[in-house]
């Protein structure tokens, strides 16, 4: 089945340790894009990418870096996490290509706790 | 800086008409799109307006005003599956989308 897988679903982790999210689609999109989602701020965008080799910086991305080596892997890494950084991340990609209705599909998220 | 406003809760009965507002504030508009998610879910995508007017898909309508920087999501014949979440987002140019902090919606029987 066609879509967006990230892993792990869940982990608890210790403050200062560095931590690497997976994302993966088979959708061939172009773009993709992390976000963060903690009660009551919606969804914030953290990094994304807009095709293979490059990467931008969102709204939030302190903390955090990625890269883009290939058209389906987006992953997310905290170098040293901080319990600040206690939330749900959700990777999204959309074909941007199509124009300008770029409907984005999500992965299931990843709920970490930084303790 | 940049936001997009929302209602944080709405509350409806089943088989009536709702509707949420989301009005915007961004360096660049390249359209306004709506997102459901439920309760341990992902967000799913429902309606995207690039252009003034109404856009309709079976239940649910969506409405964009670029001179008024607003647009709204309408839900009719509510039904208890509709409990959610809904995020309105606007793309800002580039590959960035941005997305209001959310309206739960509660459907009562």
């Known amino acids: 089945i066609a879509g967006i897988t990230q892993a792990p679903t869940s982990q608890i982790l210790a403050a200062g340790r560095r931590m690497t999210l997976r994302c993966t689609q088979d959708m061939r999109h172009n773009a993709m894009y992390w976000y963060r989602q903690d009660l009551g701020l919606g969804l914030r965008l953290i990094h994304y990418s807009n095709t293979a080799g490059t990467t931008g910086k969102g709204e939030v991305p302190d903390g955090y870096s990625v890269s883009r080596a290939n058209t389906d892997d987006f992953p997310l890494t905290l170098a040293s996490a901080v319990p600040s950084q206690t939330s749900v991340y959700f990777c999204?990609?959309?074909?941007?290509?199509?124009?300008?209705?770029?409907?984005?599909?999500f992965g299931q998220g990843t709920r970490l706790t930084v303790v | 800086g940049q936001s997009l406003e929302q209602p944080s809760e709405v509350t409806a009965v089943e088989g009536a008409i709702v509707q949420i507002n989301c009005t915007y504030q961004t360096s660049g508009f390249y359209g306004l799109s709506w997102y459901q998610q439920h309760d341990g879910g992902a967000p799913t995508f429902l309606s995207y307006n690039g252009l003034d007017g109404l856009e309709e898909t079976g239940r649910f309508s969506s409405f964009l005003s670029r001179s008024d920087s607003y647009g709204y999501l309408l839900l009719q014949e509510l039904q208890m599956k509709d409990s959610a979440s809904y995020f309105c987002a606007v793309r800002t140019g580039g590959f960035k989308t941005i997305f209001g902090a959310g309206t739960r919606l509660f459907v009562k029987a």
């Open positions: 999204a990609s959309s074909d941007s290509t199509r124009g300008e209705n770029t409907e984005a599909f």
